[in-house]
């Protein structure tokens, strides 16, 4: 896959060939993604919202980083630990204990990257108009995305309609 440095309205993002709407944050690589696509459908206004929601995340990175640590270190000590107690034949409330712990932080990630989502979008509005995330997200719903990609797509984002009272709750205070 050939990526290309660009700029956009000041702001740097990497570019990849594909035709349908991607923009996403690399938390890895610190780099915001987007499918030449996103340019070719998306308007100017469009775009620019959804750029901006790109930005909150870059930099929310620090936030990112803490939270994959957690839930990657808790992954981690629970396959230890069980693997441990499967050689000893020992201590299975340990066990117990760890699983939910794991069940835990997965819930707590689960809604810290939904509270995230959230958080991206109000940044957006502050700069550009909602309506514009309204007409993007119908374009977005069009693009034919793989059944995987949907499934990760529906895991790391509330749904459309929760994102969109969450912002007109924020404009009627
Ligand atoms: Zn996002």
Not at 70 to 90: D, G, Q
Not at 115 to 125: G, N, Q, T
Not at 133 to 147: G, V
Request: overall charge positive; aromatic content about 20%.
């Amino acid at each position: 896959m050939k990526i290309e440095f660009k700029t956009f309205k000041g702001k740097k993002y990497y570019e990849f060939n594909d035709d349908r709407i991607i923009c996403s944050y690399s938390v890895l690589f610190n780099r915001i993604l987007i499918s030449t696509g996103f340019f070719r459908i998306l308007n100017n206004d469009e775009a620019r919202f959804m750029f901006a929601h790109e930005e909150r995340h870059q930099q929310d990175r620090n936030f990112y980083l803490f939270i994959f640590s957690y839930v990657a270190i808790n992954l981690i000590l629970t396959f230890l630990i069980s693997l441990i107690i499967f050689f000893l034949k020992e201590y299975f409330e340990l066990l117990i204990i760890f699983l939910l712990l794991t069940i835990i932080s997965l819930i707590i990630f689960i809604i810290f990257i939904r509270l995230m989502e959230y958080r991206a979008d109000m940044y957006a509005s502050k700069k550009v108009d909602y309506k514009h995330f309204i007409t993007a997200m119908r374009k977005i719903k069009n693009a034919k995305y793989s059944y995987f990609e949907k499934i990760f797509i529906k895991f790391m984002h509330p749904s459309f309609e929760n994102r969109l009272e969450k912002l007109l709750n924020l404009k009627n205070k």
